[in-house]
């Protein structure tokens, strides 16, 4: 437990606190499109604003993907960025993916307002986004909590609905 939290210490010091990202949300077939903003913050971690479009009613994995390759959409985002080879799991969970970013949740009218400040991420070095992708899913991350192989490495989320690779702002 000291451990993690001095490595977590030492991660969040790797924030520069002045860069920012931004990607644009799109896809070809499903119709989910928007707009996210990516802010490192000077106590570590990186505060995402924006609106998301065109989803299902309820609650959508969010995550950071790998790569940023839309060669084949979506698709070749590559798996959770997992730069420490961890299982899945919540934002807050002690073990997850560093790109596991939990849920965005939409309501009738389709769109998802984004908040989220997440104390693990950054924009460069070790837990570096920038240059990959942020996925949004068909269905609810189920953060790692069910017995099986799909929820301990994508949160059995569903299909990829919308995603975008995150640029320097
Ligand atoms: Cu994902
Ligand atoms: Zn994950």
Avoid: W
């Amino acid at each position: 437990m000291l451990k993690l939290v001095v490595l977590l210490g030492f991660l969040a010091a790797f924030c520069a606190a002045e860069n920012k990202g931004i990607a644009i949300i799109t896809t070809g077939v499903s119709g989910v499109s928007g707009s996210l903003t990516f802010t490192e913050l000077s106590g570590g971690g990186v505060h995402i604003v924006g609106t998301i479009k065109g989803l299902t009613r309820g609650k959508h994995g969010f995550h950071i993907h790998s790569k940023g390759d839309l060669t084949d959409g979506c698709g070749s985002t590559g798996s959770h960025f997992n730069p420490y080879n961890k299982t899945h799991g919540a934002p807050d969970a002690e073990h997850r993916h560093v790109g596991d970013l939990g849920n965005i949740e939409a309501g009738a009218n389709g769109i998802a307002t984004v908040d989220i400040t997440d104390k693990i991420i950054c924009l460069t070095g070790e837990t570096g986004i920038l240059g990959r992708a942020v996925v949004v899913h068909s269905g609810e991350d189920d953060l790692g909590l069910q017995d099986t192989d799909e929820s301990h490495t994508t949160g059995s989320a569903g299909s990829r609905v919308g995603c975008g690779i995150i640029g320097i702002l």
